[in-house]
């Protein structure tokens, strides 16, 4: 019997997971025992953490205390998903916390971490919503294109007629341009929705620059930012799924013009997006850097390094989900490529997108 409980106890200790058992004393429950899984999240040491009081304990995540309560209180096993943020990392954290009965005055408590999970599934809802999104525009552009090439033939042969009489074409001739150019964003949105099963192939990463710009630009325009674009002619190609790059760009240039719309709220000199490519070298192979430079708010150093965690965002919530960094991290990881950030807090960022260089192998 001995052998026995020495076994159970040794079981509860090393369980790799953080289990409490919490023992109700008067109107609190005092912790009684703990594995040492739990000893090493908390970061105490055991002999502070045994008989301290629930409420003090879980004083500022008071959901795992009010689980505590129920438990007790409705004397079955319970469950409750949990957000919190690390207060040492700031880490924004899912926990799955169950409560079991085990006696009269006795609940046992243990969390599982499920922020991966979670990661998960938000990633695969966005997706979900991308591909809807992508399948409307898809019909949408379609029915665009027909239209406007259809508009853009009439122009022609308006610009024919004004010719043969001598007139000014130069109406139809602008209708044509603003024509072609709706064109060519319907072709970029048709391209983008239907190409989720592409294959990484050697592509020129202005063509996919140009590509982004053509959906967003007359937006940033409006909004009284310019963008300016630096790219040496002779740069190599790379070997990318070109959408996914797009999408990289597409958020990069999304939370730019989100950033100089607060800081500038009218127009003003340095309302500007600048674009900047260039070769440069890691871990021995070449890489085409893409740098994104505005000088919106920028971002504190403090929290720089988690700029591109799935979930972290300073944006409102119905704004920004905090996935289109962590996402292009993703995305670029896959093309041996990396994201990185230079930024001082309301002055500047940088972001830096290096793609790996296709070397023509294969
Ligand atoms: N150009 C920028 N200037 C200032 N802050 C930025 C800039 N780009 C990103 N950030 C910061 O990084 C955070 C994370 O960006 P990310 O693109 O991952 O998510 P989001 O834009 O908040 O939401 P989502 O992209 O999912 O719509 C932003 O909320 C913002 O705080
Ligand atoms: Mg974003």
Not at 150 to 173: F, H, S
Not at 318 to 345: M, P, Q, T, Y
Request: net charge negative; hydrophobic share 40%.
């Amino acid at each position: 019997m001995q052998k026995k409980e020495k076994q159970l106890n040794a079981l509860y200790k090393n369980i790799p997971i953080p289990v409490y058992t919490w023992k109700r004393a008067g109107e609190d429950f005092i912790l009684e025992d703990c594995s040492d899984a739990a000893v090493m999240i908390t970061q105490h040491k055991i002999e502070d953490l045994i008989g301290i009081k629930a409420k003090e304990f879980y004083n500022d995540v008071p959901e795992i205390y009010d689980g505590i309560i129920r438990c007790f209180a409705e004397k079955r096993t319970i469950e409750r998903e949990i957000q919190y943020q690390l207060k040492a990392t700031d880490e924004r954290k899912f926990l799955s916390v169950k409560y079991t009965f085990i006696a009269p005055d006795l609940v046992l408590e243990y969390a599982d971490d499920i922020t991966e999970k979670k990661t998960l599934q938000a990633a695969a809802i966005r997706i979900g919503h991308l591909v809807s999104l992508g399948e409307l525009s898809a019909g949408v552009a379609h029915e665009i294109n027909n239209s406007i090439h259809g508009v853009i033939n009439y122009a022609q042969m308006l610009k024919g007629r004004c010719c043969e009489k001598g007139e000014d074409n130069d109406i139809p001739g602008r209708i044509i341009k603003e024509g072609e150019r709706v064109a060519t964003i319907v072709k970029n949105l048709f391209y983008f929705a239907r190409s989720r099963k592409e294959e990484h192939s050697p592509v020129h990463i202005k063509d996919i620059l140009s590509d982004a710009l053509g959906l967003v630009e007359t937006r940033i325009i409006k909004n009284g930012i310019k963008i300016s674009i630096d790219f040496p002619s002779e740069l190599p190609m790379i070997k990318a799924r070109r959408h996914e790059i797009q999408q990289v760009f597409l958020n990069i240039l999304n939370n730019a013009q989100y950033a100089l719309n607060r800081k500038f709220q009218v127009t003003h000199e340095n309302k500007i997006i600048e674009i900047k490519g260039e070769v440069i070298e890691f871990e021995g192979q070449k890489h085409v850097r893409t740098t994104f430079y505005d000088r919106g708010t920028g971002i504190s150093e403090d929290i720089l390094d988690k700029i591109g965690d799935p979930f972290f965002s300073t944006k409102p919530q119905d704004e920004g989900a905090g996935l289109g960094l962590s996402i292009s991290h993703d995305i670029l990881k896959n093309h041996g490529g990396r994201l990185l950030f230079e930024s001082v807090e309301g002055e500047y960022i940088k972001v830096m997108v290096d793609i790996l260089v296709d070397n023509g192998l294969e």
